[in-house]
């Protein structure tokens, strides 16, 4: 059905069989997304738990207090029905007017976000729970005091009755209110500053990249296993997109289980991070069971390929480093004008970086229990890694301080690098030779060209954009 090729040891054995053993490092695996925490994903899910919550709360809880009866409690409300009514009255036309406000602080900020930043870290803004909770109280303390008002009888036909807790309640509840509007306001004024997106960015990507490359690189040169090729003639089937999105996460573990069920081994076309149009080719699936049932139905491999609008930092490294890089590039676009923001994205991405070079590359090849190849991807390239973070900066950084910013980096990437990153970093560094000059350690006239009037920024960017040509289709490239 197809050839496995087994990578011989150092002591000439064959490569012992064991669950997620891989060749060049490994593949960690991350867990689905459980269907509670999609539920709560959304930005409209706080908020309306909020108002569902306290809605039922403003129905029963003066139904308990009606069967009851009156208290002679001290601390609470021991007005009669218009005075009830009146200050229901005021909190929710005074919690209406203040939720108004949260949403247009809300709109602003994303618009400054977006304007300012990119619009890829609106998703950041968007989860906070903070942001949530606060327009979620505000519009439940609103509902709260709408739904008790109907509960208040006195008039001259009927029998007076004021839920007393239900209004000390709602009247508590526009204390924490308060409470929380100061917290919006401490953290909207802190997320807006450019170096807590930088570094939330930051935090972000350098965490994911420690899981999903968690072995140091020293461990390559003693990680043996199988490699796996098509056999000429295997019969295999490829399966396109149900619909268009971007390629979020891979279950890497469950499509395993998928090929080792049905004998077949699962090439996956596309890296994580990648657009997908519906129709298009998205894995292909090799061995003589192809045409059995259970290659499509509720049984298929798509379950284990997640699909959304926007991509993710579930697995997607590359994402994060991309924020970075476009935070960096309209810092300096004429503009904005900003190489000191664009510099802090090259200190975060300098962090990231040295995380990366230090550590082995995953394998393309995952293998079963039994160690034979089932899944076979493309991993994000730790070089390609490097170039997406440094190449655009280094194209459009013509400030003094980035390009003395990215030779400090390179040179520090260089002393630190795994063996076989070398190269590529070297050959990053010897790319920018007209930043001694920029730094004035150049013999030259300072116009930071070489002899042949090509900038050095240039000729690297022309490199990378040749060699991505060169990679063509389906391969693992980073965007």
């Not at 990249?209 to 000429?232: I, L, Q, V």
């Not at 490199?463 to 063509?472: D, K, N, P, S, Y």
């Amino acid at each position: 059905m197809d050839e496995v090729t087994d990578a011989p040891r150092p002591d000439g054995s064959g490569p012992g069989a064991g669950a997620g053993h891989r060749a060049r490092g490994a593949v960690p695996e991350v867990a689905p997304a459980s269907w509670w925490s999609r539920l709560w994903k959304p930005f409209w899910a706080v908020p309306a738990a909020c108002v569902l919550v306290f809605l039922v709360l403003g129905i029963v809880l003066p139904q308990v207090e009606d069967s009851w009866g009156t208290t002679d409690l001290q601390y609470v409300f021991q007005g009669g029905p218009d005075g009830a009514r009146g200050l229901l009255g005021t909190i929710a036309t005074a919690m209406i007017s203040v939720t108004g406000l949260v949403f247009s602080i809300t709109m602003v900020v994303l618009q400054l976000a977006s304007s300012q930043f990119t619009p890829r870290v609106l998703g950041g803004f968007l989860q906070n729970r903070v942001v949530q909770s606060t327009l979620g109280i505000f519009i439940s303390t609103f509902v709260f005091a709408l739904t008790v008002t109907r509960s208040v009888r006195g008039d001259n036909s009927t029998e007076q009755f004021v839920p007393q807790v239900s209004v000390t309640l709602a009247f508590v509840l526009v204390l924490v209110s308060m409470g929380l509007f100061l917290a919006f306001i401490h953290h909207i004024t802190t997320s807006i500053q450019v170096s807590h997106v930088i570094s939330r960015i930051g935090d972000q990507t350098a965490a994911l990249a420690d899981r999903m490359f968690p072995e140091p690189a020293d461990a390559e040169a003693s990680a043996f296993g199988p490699t796996w090729s098509p056999e000429p003639g295997t019969p295999h089937l490829r399966l396109e997109a149900p619909r268009h999105g971007v390629i979020t996460h891979v279950d890497y573990a469950g499509l395993v289980r998928w090929a080792r069920e049905r004998d077949v081994v699962v090439t996956l076309d596309r890296p994580v991070g990648q657009f997908l149009t519906e129709g298009q080719h998205v894995l292909r699936i090799w061995g003589a069971a192809v045409g059995l049932e259970g290659t499509s139905g509720p049984g298929d491999p798509y379950g284990h390929i997640g699909l959304g609008p926007q991509r993710e930092m579930r697995q997607d490294v590359a994402f994060g480093i991309r924020q970075l890089v476009d935070i960096g590039n309209r810092a300096l676009s004429p503009g904005v004008n900003d190489p000191t923001t664009a510099v802090q994205c090259l200190d975060e991405l300098h962090r990231i970086l040295r995380v990366l070079v230090r550590r082995a590359s995953p394998s393309p090849y995952i293998t079963d229990d039994a160690g034979r190849v089932r899944v076979v991807h493309h991993p994000q390239a730790i070089p390609e890694l490097v170039e997406l973070a440094l190449l655009e900066i280094a194209h459009s950084g013509d400030d003094l301080q980035v390009p003395h910013r990215l030779r400090t980096l390179l040179e520090d990437l260089v002393e630190v690098t795994a063996e076989r990153y070398r190269p590529a970093v070297q050959r990053l560094l010897e790319g920018l030779p007209a930043l001694g000059r920029a730094d004035g350690e150049g013999d030259g006239e300072g116009d930071g060209e070489d002899d042949d009037g090509n900038d050095g920024q240039d000729v690297i960017a022309n490199e990378h954009l040749v060699r991505a040509e060169q990679a063509g289709e389906g391969t693992g490239r980073v965007v």
